[in-house]
């Protein structure tokens, strides 16, 4: 069982850059295709990005991150990144990493693993 530690949260400014990171453990980390999902208060929690599970493979991002925030994923470390540049208050949330035994997904319900959050907070 892959269990799953975010980092890299913090409170920044308005056009300020953060990279998350999600430590991996197990052996099997490089098997799985990961995302980064996020909730804001009084929100759903909602796709932000997925990366399949080779290296330099296929990503995806939701609209509003698009073009900002860049997946990436060291499997020699077992950790999945989330570098996120020009961070809007619109981004302030809890920041998830998750594991899914499918290929890459933006499906909350595809996802089967789970780590605790890390905050982000964009101030204006």
């Known amino acids: 069982q892959v269990q799953l530690v975010e980092s890299g949260g913090g409170s920044v400014q308005a056009g300020d850059s953060l990279r998350l990171s999600c430590a991996a453990s197990?052996?099997?980390?490089?098997?799985?295709?990961m995302g980064w999902f996020r909730q804001a208060p009084g929100k759903e929690r909602e796709f932000v990005a997925a990366i399949s599970w080779i290296v330099g493979g296929t990503t995806y991002y939701s609209a509003s991150v698009k073009g900002r925030f860049t997946i990436s994923r060291d499997n020699a470390k077992n950790t999945l990144y989330l570098q996120m540049n020009n961070l809007k208050p619109e981004d302030t949330a809890v920041y998830y990493c998750?594991?899914?035994?499918?290929?890459?997904?933006?499906?909350?319900?595809?996802?089967?693993?789970w780590g605790q959050g890390t905050q982000v907070t964009v101030s204006s």
């Open positions: 197990g052996r099997d980390f490089s098997r799985y295709s």
């Open positions: 998750a594991k899914t035994d499918r290929g890459p997904s933006s499906k909350l319900a595809d996802f089967n693993s």
